[in-house]
């Protein structure tokens, strides 16, 4: 379960990160200030932190930090994992300015939960955070070689079908409707409908040698989407 440290003071923002990453598996830490996100960093292994720009003052309040502080506060006490910046700042100079200091990502407001997370995985990935090999009795699912490998052979996946597979077991046990994998995956607007995601499932099944009617992998949930159900070993 990757630890995230959300330093924010907006309330409804905080409110909505919290309960959706929550649901995504992350175990949750939230700061509304500088000084409270150093003191949980003191305390916690924190895997990636999520951090607005702009603070402002409040009961936590940012101790007069703002999140470039902050930044270099945290590397200061010995934080070396990943962060990501959150701000309405547009300008070319705070980019570069992040990014100088230490940043790994940097996303504007307004910003999808969806799009937050992918980011979140993105910079685990590279960190060394995010798991690519699998293994669910006699097969093995490596991601990061594109293979699904049984005792009898292997079976290559598609750039569309590794980040499709991926999506779903990384949601394991969540069942994740087609309008969520078609903007996570394909990048699509919500409300398009298409057979994009029905196929693509049905080939990976095809690749893991999954019985659609009794599902070892992936379980279908007519009308709504997918849950991936395999069980490693």
Same mark, same amino acid.
């Given at each position: ?35 409270? $996100? ?8 924190? *895997?990636?932190?999520?951090? *607005? ?29 990943? !962060? ?6 547009? !300008? ?14 940097? !996303? ?55 980040? !499709? ?18 903007? $996570? ?49």
């Amino acid at each position: 379960m990757p630890r995230i440290l959300f330093v924010e003071d907006e309330e409804d923002l905080l409110s909505s990160l919290i309960a959706y990453f929550t649901r995504e598996g992350f175990e949750v830490y939230h700061a509304r200030g500088g000084k409270a $996100a150093l003191q949980i960093v003191d305390t916690r292994a924190i *895997d990636v932190a999520v951090c *607005d720009v702009m603070l402002h003052e409040g009961p936590e309040g940012p101790d007069g930090m703002d999140g470039f502080q902050i930044l270099s506060e945290l590397r200061k006490k010995g934080f070396s994992g990943p !962060l990501i910046f959150l701000t309405a700042r547009t !300008l070319e100079t705070d980019k570069l300015l992040a990014f100088d200091l230490g940043a790994d990502d940097y !996303l504007t407001k307004p910003f999808s939960l969806l799009e937050l997370r992918a980011r979140v995985q993105a910079v685990l990935k590279r960190a060394g955070g995010a798991k690519s090999v699998y293994r669910y009795g006699t097969t093995e699912v490596d991601l990061d070689n594109y293979l699904i490998r049984h005792p009898d052979g292997e079976e290559r996946l598609s750039n569309r079908e590794q980040d !499709l597979l991926r999506y779903l077991i990384e949601h394991r046990g969540k069942v994740v409707d087609r309008e969520e994998l078609l903007s $996570a995956i394909w990048k699509y607007s919500a409300g398009v409908t298409t057979r994009t995601v029905d196929t693509h499932i049905l080939n990976v099944r095809k690749k893991l040698r999954d019985d659609a009617g009794k599902p070892k992998f992936i379980e279908t949930f007519h009308g709504i989407g997918y849950k991936f159900v395999g069980t490693e070993s």
